[in-house]
């Protein structure tokens, strides 16, 4: 079980995200998500093989077939994934922990009802906070919810 300081250093600390089964399809729950946290100044990077084919954008991104084409895409802009969201079935975790673990990942994602024990330690012994069965988006609004009173103390008190 992950603690909420963890999950605050994570949304804190990790601004990249590439979004693994992102859907072009607004309507689509890994499209809200990933839109949700692009608005609040997260770098969104869709991994959907079926629209790179095509050379498609998503949320005005490029999308990238995979995560390592995706790293490279950053690596050559200077920046690197820094947390792997996962909207994929838990059977499809093990080859994508592994992927976050090669492009240098720090923290390896996994959506509401997505788990995967064997994939989750992997990642952990290679040095990913690892999070499963939670919403990114659920976690961020709980987190900014938090942070709400500490704002307005500090606003009062002039600081």
């Avoid at 949304?11 to 949700?36: I, M």
């Avoid at 949320?59 to 084409?69: F, K, M, Q, T, Y």
């Avoid at 975790?93 to 992997?122: F, K, N, T, Y």
Wanted: aromatic content about 4%; some cysteine; charged content about 20%.
């Amino acid at each position: 079980m992950i603690d909420d300081a963890t999950l605050h250093t994570i949304l804190s600390t990790c601004r990249t995200l590439a979004v693994v089964g992102l859907s072009p399809q607004a309507d689509r729950p890994s499209h809200g998500v990933a839109r949700y946290m692009q608005s609040h100044g997260y770098r969104i990077v869709p991994v959907n093989p079926l629209v790179a084919r095509e050379g498609g954008r998503i949320l005005g991104e490029p999308c990238h077939a995979s995560l390592p084409d995706a790293a490279r895409a950053l690596a050559a802009e200077g920046l690197r994934i820094d947390l792997v969201d996962c909207f994929r079935k838990s059977e499809d975790i093990p080859p994508l922990a592994e992927d976050a673990i090669a492009v240098g990942a720090r923290c390896l994602w996994m959506q509401l009802g997505v788990s995967h024990a064997q994939a989750a330690d992997r990642a952990q012994a290679a040095g990913l906070r690892v999070v499963q069965d939670r919403c990114i988006k659920i976690e961020h609004a709980r987190w900014m919810a938090s942070r709400a009173p500490q704002a307005e103390a500090l606003r009062q008190s002039g600081a």
